[in-house]
């Protein structure tokens, strides 16, 4: 049994020490088989873009050839190399972790980033190069190129940039004015590019790019338009992530046996899964750190993880939701309420994007998509339906639209309160507390919210709530869309004697008040059929309530 290789983004360090690896070389092949040479590949956080860059690092380092064998002897490209293998020199930057608190640290970290990857370049290949620490970035770039053409006149240099996107998207989401400075004709970035263009012309021969969004492609591509963007390629679906079968292997590498699998399985595909990023994929992905972190607790632990998604990876994704504040679009609001009910939205992905114009309904699906909140779940006449991968992904967009909500009306949920939800649900079987909370929400809607006011509505501001409650399973019509309970409470720890709860919501207009008590009859006998369903049949303490909204108003009962 192999070590997990979680939190392992180096590919020597992975192979060396002994841990599993998902064999991602075919696609070396495949990118260097593309007419193109200078590519350009996305994907949200944590889906391992920095380990493929690595493995590119060490199968093309030309310094790499005496350890070849021991790399990639049990991986595909190791038994079906190319003819490229070992002959570049390899200049590599990653631009995460720049501070940009200020102007001057942002232009000062992007200059450190940058000298940091060309002295490490230059000590591993013994180039004989004075870096003037005074100079400005592009014109070190500049001299460096030149240095290497007149000392290594028939090598090349591959240039792998990772995170290429990381600062930019920090600035864009607090400070965009200081963006728009760093990347205008006259930035430090935007020049630094246009050099890095300028060396594609006799010392750099490939280049491969990863980041998370293209948000700044429209800035630099007018002074580096030269880069294949793959990212919605079919072929180059599954190049990172799992696949059900790549996920199934690794399972069984971790002699993890199938009784226990049958348990888990389920567990990882309800919250990990559900990822395609071309129209014409057909397999759907897994997030890979994700399952990686479930399955590294999983094993030491020797049961289900309480916490399902890392707290690193929550914040990593809260950070990136300040660049939607970018949107303008008049439906922004209305894109949130129907992906997160579990409809649909049909829009064409935008492949560029650029700040200084203004950024719109299009804009704002698409940048949902990059950000890994939405995924490829369809399409219809050629036009990619966007929806909600999962349910980790549904918590987080759940969290960063009730605090959307919040900022718009004014409204926060204290500890105390979600303390107390907890407190009443987990044992008392109550959603008293919950009630209320929800109730604030809606009794502050403005009048044109009411306009649009529906039974859906009223079931998403009490889903958005419930999400947060962490000792509990959600289980959601919003998300199953068919059939089902409208929102289901279960204990994630059934040794606790913890209270599980089912909820059926109606919704009355202001002059349908009459109906009150029939409709809340209707939404009994609909519980009462749900407790036929095996699933929820045997909830062992399972509190059964009506829920009826009549605008803002809510009547609670429950049922015996």
């Not at 962490?470 to 409208?486: A, C, G, Q």
């Not at 809340?520 to 929820?536: G, N, P, S, T, V």
């Amino acid at each position: 049994m192999k070590k997990l290789p979680y939190g392992i983004s180096n590919y020597e360090e992975l192979i060396i020490e002994d841990y599993y690896y998902v064999d991602k070389t075919i696609y070396i092949k495949k990118i260097e088989d593309l007419p193109e040479k200078r590519i350009m590949f996305l994907r949200p956080r944590k889906f391992g873009k920095t380990l493929f860059t690595s493995t590119l690092e060490y199968y093309y380092d030309i310094k790499a050839t005496d350890s070849f064998e021991k790399l990639f002897k049990n991986t595909y490209i190791g038994k079906n190399p190319t003819n490229l293998k070992n002959s570049y020199y390899i200049l590599r930057f990653n631009f995460s972790g720049i501070d940009t608190s200020t102007t001057e640290k942002t232009v000062g970290g992007f200059k450190s980033k940058i000298i940091g990857g060309i002295e490490y370049f230059v000590g591993k290949y013994e180039l004989d190069f004075y870096i003037n620490r005074e100079d400005e970035v592009e014109s070190i770039l500049n001299n460096l190129f030149i240095a290497f053409r007149m000392q290594r006149p028939n090598e090349k240099i591959y240039v792998i940039i990772d995170e290429y996107d990381h600062f930019a998207n920090e600035l864009l989401g607090f400070q965009t004015e200081k963006f728009k400075e760093l990347v205008s004709r006259n930035g430090k970035v935007r020049k630094w590019y246009e050099v890095l263009k300028e060396g594609t012309e006799n010392v750099v021969d490939r280049i491969f790019i990863t980041g998370v969004a293209p948000i700044t492609l429209d800035s630099l591509t007018s002074g580096f338009n030269i880069g294949k963007d793959i990212t919605q390629d079919e072929e180059f679906n599954e190049m990172l992530g799992f696949t059900q079968e790549e996920l199934k292997e690794l399972l069984n590498d971790q002699q993890i046996i199938q009784e226990n699998q049958a348990i888990i399985l389920p567990i990882l595909k309800e919250n990990y899964d559900g990822y395609k990023f071309g129209i014409n994929a057909k397999e759907k992905i897994y997030n890979s750190n994700m399952c990686l972190y479930f399955l590294s607790d999983y094993i030491r632990l020797k049961r289900i993880p309480e916490k399902l998604i890392d707290v690193n990876i929550a914040s990593d994704y809260s950070k990136l939701s300040k660049m939607l504040s970018l949107s303008k679009g008049e439906k922004k609001q209305e894109i949130l309420e129907k992906t997160i009910s579990g409809e649909g939205v049909m829009t064409e992905i935008t492949e560029k994007f650029n700040p200084e114009v203004e950024f719109k309904d299009e804009e704002f699906a698409s940048m949902l998509f990059y950000l890994g909140y939405l995924t490829i779940a369809g399409e219809r006449l050629g036009i990619p339906e966007l929806k909600i991968p999962n349910k980790i992904m549904s918590e987080i967009y759940s969290s960063y639209f009730l605090n959307l909500l919040n900022k718009e009306n004014n409204l926060s949920i204290s500890n105390d309160e979600h303390n107390k939800i907890l407190e009443e649900i987990a044992l008392e079987g109550k959603i008293d507390k919950l009630v209320e909370i929800a109730h604030r929400y809606l009794n502050n809607l403005s009048n044109r919210d009411y306009q649009k006011f529906d039974e859906k509505y009223v079931k998403l501001i009490f889903y958005c709530i419930a999400m947060n409650l962490k000792l509990f399973w959600i289980k959601s019509e919003l998300e199953v869309n068919r059939n089902y309970p409208d929102l289901l409470f279960v204990p994630k720890d059934n040794t606790k004697g913890y209270k599980a709860v089912m909820i059926e919501f109606q919704y009355l207009k202001k002059g349908e008040k009459s109906k009150l008590e029939e409709i809340k009859e209707q939404a009994k006998e609909q519980l009462k059929a749900y407790c036929e369903f095996e699933e929820i049949k045997n909830i062992k303490d399972l509190n059964r309530y009506v829920v009826v909204a009549v605008n803002d108003e809510l009547f609670v009962e429950k049922i015996k």
